[in-house]
């Protein structure tokens, strides 16, 4: 499991094409607690850690498949 450093967080957002508050809303955490992990103010837990993980696997799968954004389609 990838630790995750504040350059990792924020690199791996930056790859989404997500703003920190989209971001944290897809993650269920606030934008606040995504700019503290980008800054190093606080480390992700091992369950952010994995779910960091299952997410970059799935958006590097959506992009080898020509999938670009794991954001819902709003209907």
């Not at 955490?29 to 299952?54: N, W």
């Amino acid at each position: 499991m990838k630790q995750w450093t504040p350059e990792e967080v924020k690199d791996f957002r930056k790859r989404l094409n997500l703003y920190q508050k989209d971001f944290a809303s897809m993650l269920g955490v606030s934008a606040r607690y995504i700019i503290y992990l980008e800054q190093g103010v606080k480390r992700p837990g091992k369950s952010m850690r994995l779910f960091l993980d299952c997410l970059e696997r799935e958006s590097e799968r959506k992009v080898k498949h020509g999938k670009r954004n794991l954001q819902k389609k709003k209907l």
